[in-house]
């Protein structure tokens, strides 16, 4: 914890984001800007992706805040979208949530695309969250929870999900990543050894459908699966139900298989589509793309449960 | 000495419980004195199993209950007796169906029928007659304004002109001063353990202390209230005769102990409109005698679910005769007949028996429904299968609260009960003086616009100089908030010193107190309304920045807000410490200020769906609220500013402290039933979790709703579709087709979690 920045404690409370104005804060989200155009340019490298070879060359070229730029690289501040304490959606028990900022996704679906951009978060040192993990320690005891890393894609900043996590196992806090996978290379064995649990989010199971539904490739979402099979790390997958984008019978079978073919995997979860994301999109200005789409109806979900148990998978 | 001259108590046979009440049952001290608590420790079992043993309702149970249930829709045209003033005896019995009912016994001469108690106030009985539709008796009008003063124009006759204004402008709310104080739970269980000549013969005894003592006018007011005690037990004797029994002796089995049991509780509820007329802690000492019965092979385990199935269809049919400006307060005609199951013994065996359960299985076997307030005092080391029952039945009926048994326990001994929503007390040993609440929220603008009030300009509170900055400072708001507060509890005291003194002289709580030992702890339960909006509204003065906006007449009408601050309900200490710092301030401000008869001064921040009152009544905040916007309930944040789950939302209640606020702190959340799991076990376990994580927090009370906003939504259009759907509302449960209107948006609009 030796480079921790101190942004004002103000700024850094998770009840309100950042607000506008000129400051530190906004200095290093320009220096992200920059970096996430020139990672835009070369999207399909992984090694471009990595945020923290980025921030570091956005330093040198601004010469500005290197101690900042230098503690996110290092992973002990992330750019955090918010926080929630929440039951059963995010893993088992009560879980402290924490949705970090910046995905290269673009699902049609996605529900908060105001994840989307790492700039958009508000940068949150490691010891804050620490001390938030530690005033929940008996919650987590309780409830029979843990920390769980979502996003955005929490993968984007992998030098601080290493570093939580095993800070939490210090603790003794279970501990959960909630992925698309995309980034999946990105993670350190360091973090996977960390890793209770991984909530794989297979977005489709055909390669034509996932690069539809996010803009993204699916292989290296595969790749990451193979991976934590290897290791026998638990795994639930999840699969967004989307009326006329997803729910193809070929393509939640392609899902079906993959999530097959990992003994790891203890439970699938059908995540039905829903409409709620929809203001975020308005607000944010970006042409939704599902306007008018209806959630599942109960047939429909029911058929696609049906078709992963029917790979003998424990399915909600 | 021993109590009951009664030779054939004895410990060792088995029992023969035809002649002897207290066969069978381990000695102790409880013997040689009035002490109910004392013969539960000695004598009942604690329960570790599941609730896998209990029963489904007979056939006569189901029968019994649809003879009621058929009747419930007619109840809008209530039937009420408007000619005879209640007493005790003043009714002939009635019955539902007498050749079913096991437990008998009823308020009036028949069911759901109710009674006049003119003794509070003369014009609430005439305008709630005339409003439903009855003659008003001109003899007993000429009664009650001529000849037989009531309490409330006792209590007009003493008001100083402070308290009538902070009454007026609504800036002290609901006070019990034109209908009964309720709060406080008569130890009905005496009389089936002892027997009522017993009860006369201590009753007797603590009048010869009295009488030792020189007639002051304390000790007069002693011996006057005592021998009203000994008269209202002879008439409840009386009473029982009149159904055919003879309760002057000691309950001989379980059906008795439960039969004498009730028969106390409508004596307190015939003659007593209390809007609180709360049961107690009954469950174990209950348990003692079907535990005897059912070894003793006189009592199956489906008979003793028949004696608690009808016991509890009695206490679902209380009623009383109320205005309905007073249902727009405290809506849904509610009793609070709180009953309150488990917690643990001093001794660290827990109480939860199998009676516990079978009280929770009365809302499977009969539907769920408001009442009795089923309360489970909780604790993280009860026992696994109650544990799990208790968030099933959440679940299942959402009609069950949740109290921290730590709490109370540590503070009040391990015979409390609660009392209302959640305020506890030990049972027979304490009662409160109950005082509605204060808003805070009021006073606080009362304080930016030196006294004057934002709605009226009227000048309510002493004239201060009103707050003239552009932007509202900090610490001058603080300054101001406190002088405000400082007034608004000395008026507030004096409210409730009028109120008492006059409670107990004209509509004495005979019966109940009866049921009291002669010297009891009296608590005088200030409450507070509009936490979360006082709370926010400073936070966003100290970190937003607020200037106020003033009409003509200099008046600050409303208020604009540049800035983010941080809301009440997100675990963030800046504001929570305000919210905790305001309890902690205005409870010592209330404590300088002596209290009638020594009440010990308590607080409450619980609102019950009197939040909605009180916003209406309130103007814009610097908050952002807008003027008549209903307060969050009780301790709650306000709608949809706890954005970060809804146990963070939790953890910012569980901060205020309950010493400073012992009457009890009240939390509802209501959540999707999907949220809490994707299988029935899976949301047990979370809900267990949720309870447990809460209480070891320090949380005292919470209220679950397990609902979909569908449903809701749904009841408020096809309200015939929804009789039984029950809800919880800051400490009590409500039939939810019952509310206003406006209650139902309110209810709907508060924070849906959907998941927590």
């Known amino acids: 914890m030796s480079a921790v920045v101190n942004l004002g404690a103000h700024r850094l409370g998770p009840v309100k984001r950042v607000t506008d104005g000129p400051s530190k804060a906004d200095a290093i989200r320009r220096a992200m800007r920059a970096a996430s155009v020139a990672r835009a340019s070369t999207a399909d490298d992984l090694h471009q992706l990595d945020l923290t070879c980025a921030a570091s060359s956005a330093a040198a070229a601004t010469d500005l805040h290197h101690q900042e730029l230098e503690a996110i690289r290092d992973g002990t501040v992330a750019s955090v979208h918010s926080w929630e304490l929440v039951t059963s959606v995010d893993g088992p028990g009560t879980r402290l949530t924490y949705f970090l900022s910046g995905c290269l996704l673009r699902c049609q679906y996605c529900h908060n695309p105001d994840t989307w951009k790492m700039r958009n978060g508000a940068l949150t040192s490691m010891n804050d969250v620490l001390a938030r993990i530690r005033r929940y320690r008996a919650v987590f005891a309780a409830t029979g929870g843990g920390v769980t890393l979502s996003g955005g894609e929490p993968l984007l900043q992998p030098a601080f999900v290493a570093r939580l996590f095993a800070e939490c196992h210090e603790l003794g806090v279970h501990t959960t990543l909630d992925t698309s996978g995309y980034l999946g290379a990105s993670a350190t064995d360091e973090l996977l050894e960390n890793a209770d649990l991984v909530l794989l989010d297979v977005k489709s199971g055909l390669p034509d459908t996932y690069r539809e539904v996010t803009g993204r490739e699916l292989a290296p979402t595969i790749a990451f699966g193979d991976r934590l099979r290897e290791r026998g790390i638990n795994v639930w997958v999840r699969f967004v139900l989307v009326p006329g984008l997803t729910d193809a019978v070929d393509n939640v079978d392609a899902v079906a298989e993959i999530a097959a073919r990992w003994p790891n995997v203890t439970r699938v979860e059908m995540l039905p589509f829903h409409q709620m994301g929809a203001d975020t999109w308005n607000r944010l200005a970006i042409p939704y793309p599902l306007h008018g789409v209806l959630p599942p109806d109960a047939a429909l979900q029911e058929r696609v449960r049906a078709q992963f148990r029917g790979h003998g998978l424990v399915t909600f | 000495m021993t109590l009951l001259d009664n030779p054939r108590a004895t410990t060792t046979d088995a029992p023969t419980s035809a002649i002897n009440g207290w066969a069978g049952f381990t000695a102790g001290p409880w013997q040689h004195g009035i002490d109910v608590q004392d013969f539960i420790q000695h004598n009942y079992t604690p329960f570790t199993g599941d609730a896998s043993f209990l029963t489904g309702a007979t056939e006569r149970t189901l029968a019994l209950w649809a003879r009621l249930s058929e009747m419930f829709p007619r109840e809008r045209a209530l039937d009420v007796d408007p000619s005879t003033p209640a007493s005790i005896t003043a009714h002939a019995p009635g019955c539902t169906d007498q050749s079913i009912e096991i437990i008998v016994g009823l308020q009036t001469d028949a069911p759901l029928k109710r009674a006049i108690m003119p003794f509070g106030g003369w014009r609430m009985v005439a305008t709630s007659l005339e409003t439903y539709g009855y003659p008003v008796s001109s003899e007993l009008e000429t009664i009650f304004t001529k000849y037989r003063k009531t309490h409330i124009d006792g209590v007009f006759d003493v008001y100083p002109p402070a308290v009538k204004r902070a009454r007026h402008s609504h800036l002290i709310t609901g006070l019990p001063d034109a209908y009964g104080r309720g709060r406080m739970i008569g130890d009905y269980r005496r009389v089936a353990l002892y027997g009522v000549t017993a009860l006369i013969a201590a009753k007797k005894l603590e009048r010869t202390a009295l009488d030792a003592q020189p007639s002051t006018e304390e000790i007069i007011r002693s011996r006057e209230e005592n021998a009203e005690q ?136 009969l539907g769920p429904a408001p009442e009795p307030n089923l309360t489970v005092l909780w604790s993280d080391t009860l026992p696994d299968g109650f544990k799990r029952f208790c968030p099933q039945v959440s679940i299942d009926t959402s009609a069950i609260q949740y109290q921290s048994e730590d709490l109370i326990r540590a503070a009040w001994g391990d015979d409390a009960a609660i009392a209302c929503c959640v305020s506890p007390m030990g049972v027979g040993k304490q009662m409160q003086f109950f005082g509605a609440r204060a808003n805070v929220v009021k006073a606080l603008l009362y304080a930016i616009n030196g006294g004057r009030d934002e709605l009226t300009g009227e000048q309510i509170a002493p004239v201060t100089a009103p707050l003239d900055s552009d932007v509202l400072d900090y610490d001058t708001v603080w300054a101001a908030y406190l002088a405000s507060l400082e007034w608004l509890a000395a008026t507030y005291v004096d409210a409730l010193n009028c109120i008492h003194y006059m409670h107990d002289k004209y509509a004495y709580e005979r019966l109940e107190m009866a049921l009291h030992d002669g010297t009891i702890l009296r608590t005088m339960a200030c409450g507070i309304a509009g936490l979360s909006v006082a709370a926010d509204s400073l936070a966003a003065i100290k970190y937003a920045t607020v200037r106020p906006v003033r009409d003509a007449s200099g008046l600050v009408v409303d208020y604009t807000i540049d800035g983010d601050y941080p809301a009440f309900g997100n675990d963030d200490d800046r504001v929570d410490a305000i919210a905790v710092t305001i309890v902690e301030t205005f409870m010592a401000m209330i404590r300088q200020y002596p209290a009638y008869r020594n009440a010990v001064h308590t607080q409450s921040v619980l609102t019950i769906t009197s939040n909605v009152v009180y916003g209406k009544k309130t103007g814009n905040t610097p908050d952002g609220r807008r003027a008549g916007a209903p307060f969050a309930p009780g301790a709650n944040p306000m709608n949809g500013r706890d954005s970060h789950g809804m146990l963070a939302s939790a953890l910012s209640v569980a901060k205020l402290p309950y010493s400073e606020a012992q009457d009890g702190i009240s939390l509802t959340n209501t959540v999707v039933p999907t949220g809490l799991g994707r299988t029935p076990a899976e949301q047990v376990t979370n809900l267990v979790g949720l309870i447990d994580a809460y209480t070891l927090s320090h949380g005292y009370h919470l209220n679950i709703n397990v609902l979909n906003r569908e449903t809701l939504e749904d009841a408020m259009e096809h309200t015939e579709n929804y009789p039984q759907l029950t809800i919880r509302v800051s400490g009590y449960v409500v039939n939810f087709v019952r509310l206003t209107r406006e209650q139902q948006r309110d209810v709907i609009s508060r924070t849906f979690h959907t998941s927590v």
Do not use: C
């Open chain 2, 230 to 365: 000994v008269r209202a037990l002879k008439e409840l004797v009386q009473m029982a005769a009149h159904y055919g029994f003879d309760v002057t002796q000691p309950a001989r089995t379980a059906t008795e102990a439960v039969q004498w049991l009730y028969f106390a509780y409508p004596g307190a509820v015939k003659e007593q409109n209390g809007p609180a007329m709360s049961f107690g802690r009954n469950s174990a000492f209950l348990d003692i005698y079907m535990e005897r019965d059912l070894a003793a092979g006189i009592l199956t385990e489906s008979q003793a679910q028949e004696l608690i199935d009808d016991l509890v269809i009695k206490l679902r049919i209380v009623r009383f005769l109320r205005t309905p400006e007073y249902d727009q307060l405290f809506s849904g005609d509610p009793t609070w007949v709180t009953e309150s199951l488990g917690g643990i013994g001093l001794d660290g065996r827990n109480h939860v028996v199998k009676s516990a359960f079978r009280f929770l299985q009365t809302l499977y076997n």
